[in-house]
């Protein structure tokens, strides 16, 4: 079989052969330089966009060990707001004043230990301001910090709170007297952790009745100091019989949407992608590969050897003759 004898020679000459095994070397550094200009490309086009997020819902912690913090908040009423905490919070942060009633003049800032916010069946115990004007409707603004972009650092952008009612721009956000349900998105970054909360008003329609709150407490102001008793008779002559004073309730959500940014170059994420492009990399040098050596083989380009046995043909042929001619 003359075909097959001269397959297999050729099969023989091209695994031996350095042009083969060049260009499966060209092919090879080929692929590995693909891949490293890819992972360059990657690492720094993902250093420049956005990181991708996860979202998720959560449900609003319900025990005051793990209250969330509502964002900084400042009075804004024009003499001031009486606050009481959510009930619960006092023994877990270890402070007894958050059972009493606290009064911020107009432009102080609430402490932190009052902006403790958890979820409870009872609405009772909810965190209340009370006001003293009749004239107006706002008692509480609050920062608003939104995330306006996400990278390996969180960008962000606050409105600040408000300290009275002078108008500005950007127009701070204020909460309405009644009750107001406190909206959270919480987006967790690779640098920090951003939480956005909003209020939703439910009722602008006052709920106090002279009784609860900072009725019948002793008020503190905001350095500890002793202001008395604001008496259940002072309450109850300014209920909403009276038209005179007014309530601002805060109650959570159940549920909140958290944010969660993923990191593209997390090493574990960009070795997988590098063993998946280093795959297909491979793939396509081997398809080269062999139809290089399928091309090579069947047009047969062996030219020094096709070549060198041309022009041994004559010489062989006489050599022959020689030798009959001397046997002869």
């Not at 260009?23 to 200009?37: F, H, K, R, S």
């Not at 006092?90 to 902006?115: F, I, T, W």
């Not at 606050?158 to 007297?177: E, H, V, W």
Request: glycine share 8%; proline share 5%.
């Amino acid at each position: 079989m003359p075909s097959l004898t001269y397959l297999t020679k050729k099969l023989d000459q091209f695994s031996g052969e350095e042009g083969g095994t060049l260009v499966g070397g060209l092919i090879a550094v080929g692929c590995y330089t693909i891949v490293l200009i890819t992972l360059i490309v990657y690492i720094a086009t993902s250093m420049e966009a956005q990181y991708p997020t996860k979202t998720s819902v959560g449900i609003f912690p319900n025990d005051a060990a793990s209250a969330l913090l509502m964002p900084p908040m400042k009075c804004v009423a024009s003499s001031g707001c009486w606050i009481t905490a959510q009930k619960g919070l006092s023994v877990v942060l270890d402070d007894a004043k958050l059972n009493s009633c606290l009064h911020l003049q107009q432009g102080e800032a609430l402490p932190e230990n009052y902006r403790r916010m958890y979820y409870s069946a009872d609405p009772v115990e909810f965190f209340t301001v009370l006001s003293k004007e009749e004239d107006e409707n706002f008692a509480l603004s609050y920062d608003v910090t939104q995330v306006t972009g996400y990278s390996s650092t969180l960008a962000t952008s606050t409105i600040k709170a408000a300290t009275d009612f002078t108008p500005s721009i950007p127009m701070p956000y204020k909460i309405y007297r009644g009750m107001s349900l406190m909206n959270i998105v919480s987006t967790t970054g690779l640098d920090q952790d951003v939480d956005t909360w909003t209020n939703t008003i439910l009722s602008e329609i006052s709920s106090f009745d002279g009784t609860g709150g900072c009725c019948g407490a002793i008020v503190y102001d905001k350095n500890g100091g002793n202001l008395g008793t604001l008496t259940l008779a002072d309450c109850a002559a300014n209920s909403n019989s009276g038209d005179n004073w007014w309530q601002t309730k805060l109650v959570p959500p159940t549920t909140y949407t958290k944010i969660t940014v993923e990191d593209p170059l997390n090493p574990v994420s960009v070795l997988g992608l590098i063993g998946g492009w280093l795959g297909i990399m491979v793939t396509v040098g081997g398809a080269a590969f062999f139809t290089y050596a399928e091309i090579k083989l069947v047009c047969g380009s062996e030219p020094s050897n096709v070549q060198a046995k041309a022009a041994s043909a004559p010489a062989q042929h006489e050599k022959i003759s020689e030798i009959e001619i001397e046997q002869q």
